[in-house]
């Protein structure tokens, strides 16, 4: 296992639903970071979480709000989602810093919006 | 903007041949750029990274090489196995001062066969 946990691995909501994704990562890192994964595109980062302080918001619809109340935990809250917004969801950590760290990626949650 | 692109979706070869896969970018040149080996339903696994001024970077089969000139990195995999056969990312990493950012190409889908 790489250390970066994620749960649910699989989550099934209607439009009107609120769900929460959690990641936890056992590396000591201090940078956090979500992906989405759809079929056929490339990952895209969503946001980046820095010593808890997000850096970067990817111009991500607010349905979707993430939460990083420590260096270990992640969180990505979702509320009226779209069936578009079905996917692959991937959290990530990295020692921060420098461009050169790998990044080691948790096994992800599988979405689906009805 | 920057694109990350790998134009084979996917690629079929011989056990014990050499696979080679292709990364290239538009752009300006990245100061790294990483390899991740990707399961089905599992999160990308990082393989090699190598720098703008490194030509060649290898680790055991793998080998990475960077071509400036070219725009392009190739990635090798020598005496391939079927357990090689998995989705390769490609992927820039920029220094952003707090967190390695990552743009990623599409993936090939590697199939190695008996």
């Known amino acids: 296992e790489t250390g970066v946990t994620q749960t649910p691995r699989h989550l099934v909501m209607g439009m009107t639903n609120k769900k929460s994704l959690k990641c936890e990562q056992h590396?000591?890192?201090?940078?956090m970071y979500w992906y989405k994964q759809s079929a056929k595109k490339p990952l895209e980062l969503m946001f980046v979480?820095?010593?808890?302080?997000?850096?970067e918001n990817n111009s991500v619809p607010s349905r979707f709000s993430p939460e990083c109340p420590n260096s270990s935990h992640l969180f990505l809250h979702l509320h009226t989602l779209q069936p578009e917004d079905s996917a692959l969801y991937l959290c990530?950590?990295?020692?921060?810093?420098?461009?050169?760290?790998?990044?080691?990626f948790g096994p992800g949650t599988r979405l689906t919006v009805l | 903007s920057q694109k990350i692109e790998q134009n084979s979706e996917a690629l079929n070869i011989q056990e014990g041949k050499t696979a080679t896969l292709t990364c290239n970018y538009t752009?300006?040149?990245?100061?790294?750029l990483q390899w991740y080996r990707q399961d089905p339903g599992r999160g990308p696994v990082f393989l090699l990274l190598?720098?703008?001024?490194?030509k060649e970077k290898r680790k055991e089969r793998l080998k990475v090489t960077f071509d400036t000139t070219l725009k392009q990195s190739l990635f090798h995999i020598t005496a391939s196995q079927p357990a090689d056969s998995a989705t390769y990312l490609c992927?820039?990493?920029?220094?952003?001062?707090?967190?390695?950012?990552?743009?990623f190409g599409t993936g090939t889908r590697l199939q190695v066969t008996l």
């Open positions: 590396l000591g890192h201090n940078a």
């Open positions: 752009n300006y040149s990245p100061a790294y």
């Open positions: 979480y820095n010593f808890k302080e997000q850096t």
């Open positions: 190598i720098r703008e001024n490194e």
């Open positions: 992927a820039q990493s920029q220094n952003t001062g707090t967190a390695s950012k990552l743009t």
């Open positions: 990530a950590s990295s020692p921060t810093g420098t461009g050169y760290n790998e990044q080691f």
